[in-house]
C-alpha cells in the first residue's frame, strides 16, 4: 500500500500581497496558494498541511515588495523537497514578487495600465514556483530550434493566460519524483436530476440537455447565476473533482466553484475560465481536474456548487445571452485502503 507523504509548507507576507495589490485580499490570496498545492497533491501520493507545534515548514511560501517589479521574474525559489523512502527532506524557500501585477478573479478585477506586463495569474505563479520546490526543472530547450520541447505549468513564460491546470510535463516529472498516485473509482453526477439553479439574476435559465445541462442568460446587464449538481460519492474518499463544461458565447466565464460534503464546505475554487481565446487551454472546451487538498472521507453526497457570470465587455462581438453547457461533474475517488504517513 502506498503512503502519503505529508509536506508541511508555510505562507509569509500575505499583509505585503495584500497591501500592494488591491484587487487581492487575504482570502484571495489563501485560495490561490491552496489551488496551486493542490493542482501537484491530486497526481501525486503528496499530502500538504501545516507544521505542528515545533515543525520547521519543509515549503515557506513567501509574498514580498520592494515596490519595483523584477522584469521577467514573478517568482523565485531556492532549494526542493524530496520523497526518499524515510519520507520527506530537504525544503525550499519561495519568494513571490508582489509588485508585479497578479490576479485571481481574472475577469472581475481591475488593474492599472500594465507598465511591465501582465496581469499574471497568481495560482500560475504560485504553482510554478511549488513546482520548482518539488524538485521540478523548465522543461528541456531542443538545441536546434531554441524552443521548448513541449510546455508546461513550468514553463518559464506563460503569458497572462489563466492556466491552472498542470500539462503532461508536469505530471511526468512530479511522478517521477514523488511517485504517481492510485486512485478508485469515478462517480459521477446525474446532471439533468440534480441541476438546480439557486441564485440568479432575473433572465437567467437552467435546462437539460441530453446527459448535460445548458445555462443561459442575459448580458446586458451583467447577470450572476450559481447552481448545484450533486454527486453520488457518499463514504468516498475523494482525490479531485472533474469538471467538464463549454463556454459556448464569449460573454459568459466561469467564476468560482465550492464544493460541500453535504452542507459542510470542503473546498472553494477560482475558474476564471471564458471563451475568449486567451486562457490557454484547448479553446472553449474545458476538462478542469480540481483537487481536495484533504482528500476527506465524504459523509454525504457531494454538492458542487458553480459560480457564472454574463456579462459583455467593450469591443466583444454583440450578444445577448450568454450561454454555457455543463457535459459532466465526476468524483475521483481513492481506493477504499489507503493510509497517510504519520
Ligand atoms: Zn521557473
Known amino acids: 500500500m502506498k503512503r502519503f507523504e505529508r509536506i508541511t509548507y508555510a505562507v509569509f507576507g500575505v499583509d505585503v500581497i495584500t497591501s500592494v495589490r488591491p484587487n487581492l485580499d487575504e482570502e484571495k490570496v489563501y485560495l490561490a496558494v491552496r ?17 505542528r507545534a515545533g515543525e520547521e515548514p519543509l515549503l515557506r511560501i513567501r509574498f514580498e515588495s520592494d515596490g519595483q517589479p523584477s522584469l521577467g521574474e514573478l517568482g523565485a525559489t531556492s532549494g526542493f523537497v524530496s520523497s526518499t523512502p524515510t519520507g520527506p527532506t ?21 488593474f492599472p495600465i500594465a507598465v511591465h506586463g501582465g496581469p499574471f495569474d497568481l495560482i500560475a505563479v504560485i504553482a510554478h514556483e511549488i ?8 522543461p528541456p530547450i531542443d538545441p536546434v530550434t531554441g524552443q521548448e520541447t513541449e510546455s508546461g505549468m513550468m514553463s518559464p ?43 440568479a439574476s432575473s433572465g437567467v435559465h437552467l435546462q437539460t440537455a441530453g446527459s448535460g445541462l445548458v445555462v ?17 460519492a457518499k463514504n468516498s474518499w475523494a482525490n479531485a473533482l472533474r469538471l467538464q463544461f463549454t463556454t459556448v458565447t464569449q460573454n459568459v466565464f466561469v467564476n468560482r466553484l465550492d464544493v460541500f460534503d453535504g452542507i459542510f464546505p470542503l473546498q472553494q475554487f477560482a475558474i476564471s ?26 459523509a454525504n453526497d457531494m454538492l458542487v456548487r458553480t459560480e457564472l457570470y454574463f456579462t459583455k465587455k467593450d469591443g466583444q462581438p454583440q450578444s445577448d445571452f450568454g450561454v454555457l453547457q455543463l457535459a459532466g461533474v465526476t468524483a475521483e475517488t481513492l481506493p477504499p485502503a489507503f493510509e497517510f504517513h504519520a
Not at 530537504?90 to 508585479?100: K, L, P, Q, V
Not at 503532461?168 to 440534480?194: C, F, K, S, W
Not at 443561459?216 to 448545484?228: K, L
Open 90 to 110: 530537504g525544503g525550499a524557500d519561495i519568494t513571490i514578487d508582489s509588485d508585479n501585477l497578479l490576479f485571481l478573479d481574472r475577469y472581475l478585477e481591475s
Open 35 to 51: 489551488e496551486a498545492l493542490s493542482l501537484w497533491s491530486t497526481v501525486t501520493p503528496l499530502s500538504f498541511g501545516a507544521p
Open 131 to 138: 513546482g520548482h520546490g518539488l524538485g521540478l526543472e523548465h
Open 273 to 298: 475560465a471564458r471563451n475568449s481565446g486567451d486562457e490557454g487551454l484547448a479553446g472553449k472546451s474545458w476538462d478542469l481536474l480540481l483537487g481536495f487538498l484533504s482528500r476527506p472521507r465524504l
Open 216 to 232: 443561459s442568460g442575459p448580458t446586458e446587464p451583467t447577470s450572476r447565476a450559481v447552481f448545484d449538481v450533486l454527486v453520488p
Open 157 to 199: 513564460s506563460k503569458g497572462t493566460a489563466v492556466i491552472r491546470q498542470l500539462y503532461p510535463y508536469d505530471i511526468r516529472e512530479v511522478q517521477r519524483r514523488h511517485g504517481a498516485i492510485q486512485l478508485g473509482g469515478a462517480v459521477n453526477a446525474n446532471l439533468p436530476e440534480t441541476g438546480r439553479l439557486i441564485d
